[in-house]
């Protein structure tokens, strides 16, 4: 299945690349799903810092505050940049 977004870690730190549209539930199995991301974090471990990518439009409003409040709860310390769009529920994101 290709993502919209990439998870990389090393040496307490990681990078997450946010691109592509948010979405509830997969049709074409390239949208960011709550479900897969949260199983994705969870594979990081405890990193202490994440650096948060974005190139989105939005999408879902239930799925992109999912994925907000999940990121949030992470204890990581988090730094967000805007590579190009960061709309709609996307902009919820990085905050």
């Known amino acids: 299945m290709k993502k919209f977004w990439n998870f ?19 049709w074409f199995g390239d949208e960011v799903t709550p479900k897969q991301f949260k199983a994705d974090l969870d594979v990081l ?25 999940m990121l949030k709860r992470h204890a990581a310390q988090k730094t967000v940049y805007v590579d190009g769009l960061a709309a709609s529920i996307a902009s919820v994101i990085a905050m």
């Open 8 to 26: 990389k870690a090393a040496n307490g730190r990681a990078e997450l690349l946010l691109y592509g549209d948010i979405s509830g539930e997969t």
């Open 45 to 69: 471990g405890d990193v202490g810092e994440i650096d948060i990518h974005i190139n989105s439009g939005g999408g879902d409003v239930f799925a992109g505050f999912a994925i907000y409040n």
